[in-house]
Nanobody
Framework: VQLQASGGGLVQSGSSLRLSCAVSDFTLDDKPIGWFRKAPGKEREGVSC????????AYADSVKGRFTISRDNAKNTVYLQMNELKPEDTAIYYCAAGGPGYYPSRYLLQNAGYFSFWGQGTLVTVSS
């Protein structure tokens, strides 16, 4: 199973980016998906997740209203639309997919260890 993340880059504050995560050898369908990020000197944090357990998208409070997670099952790809980017959004962003059992999206957001498969990360840098 491979997850290939792309779409990161250097942008100015207030800009938008869309991250993509192409998944191979694993059918997304209604599997749990998520985006996490790791900023320099900080712990990894959950950005957004969707679980089939509740069908809802959960977001970190810091990105709520600005970021949107989605999937295209036909393309087997996960997306993260990021609007109104801020310097504090600067981080390496990782996509994740698959995991055992059924847990609500908020649980997945707080438990990165749940996910079975991870992408290599894509760097997002937001300048002020």
């Amino acid at each position: 199973v491979q997850l290939q993340a792309s779409g990161g880059g250097l942008v100015q504050s207030g800009s938008s980016l869309r991250l993509s995560c192409a998944v191979s050898d694993f059918t997304l369908d209604d599997k749990p998906i998520g985006w996490f990020r790791k900023a320099p000197g900080k712990e990894r944090e959950g950005v957004s997740c969707i679980s089939p357990a509740d069908g809802e998208a959960a977001y970190a409070d810091s990105v709520k209203g600005r970021f949107t997670i989605s999937r295209d099952n036909a393309k087997n790809t996960v997306y993260l639309q990021m609007n109104e980017l801020k310097p504090e959004d600067t981080a390496i962003y990782y996509c994740a997919a698959g995991g055992p059992g059924y847990y609500p999206s908020r649980y997945l957001l707080q438990n990165a260890g749940y996910f079975s498969f991870w992408g290599q990360g894509t760097l997002v840098t937001v300048s002020s």
